[in-house]
Nanobody, 115 residues
Framework: QVQLMESGGGSVQPGGSLSLSCVASGNFFVLSTMGWYRQSAGKQRELVATITGGHITKYAESVKGRFTISRDNDKKTVYLQMNNLRPEDTSVYYC?????????WGQGIQVTVSS
């Protein structure tokens, strides 16, 4: 089982930026597809962005052009740079690691966008 530790959340005004980080344990990080998901109150968890071990990325339509996912395999870390944040981006953001049949989640970190 992979342990995932998120950091970097917080509060920001609309139009601002935040950067999230997620450090993973274990020996299979380079093989894992890493992702960021988010869940708001009363809603289902939704995909924000994913990145494969070969750095192929995928984004939700709502964040394309504003968010960037990246990874550093040497540091076993995945990042999410969030720019031009909107109030509707307010949510708990979860780091995810998928490899083989494994599917692990971080505990989540709050991002609040409000004036």
């Amino acid at each position: 089982q992979v342990q995932l530790m998120e950091s970097g959340g917080g509060s920001v005004q609309p139009g601002g930026s935040l950067s999230l980080s997620c450090v993973a344990s274990g020996n299979f990080f380079v093989l894992s597809t890493m992702g960021w998901y988010r869940q708001s109150a009363g809603k289902q968890r939704e995909l924000v962005a994913t990145i494969t071990g070969g750095h192929i990325t995928k984004y939700a339509e709502s964040v394309k052009g504003r968010f960037t996912i990246s990874r550093d395999n040497d540091k076993k870390t995945v990042y999410l740079q969030m720019n031009n944040l909107r109030p509707e981006d307010t949510s708990v953001y979860y780091c995810n690691a998928q490899w083989g049949i494994s599917n692990d989640w971080g505990q989540g970190i709050q991002v609040t966008v409000s004036s």
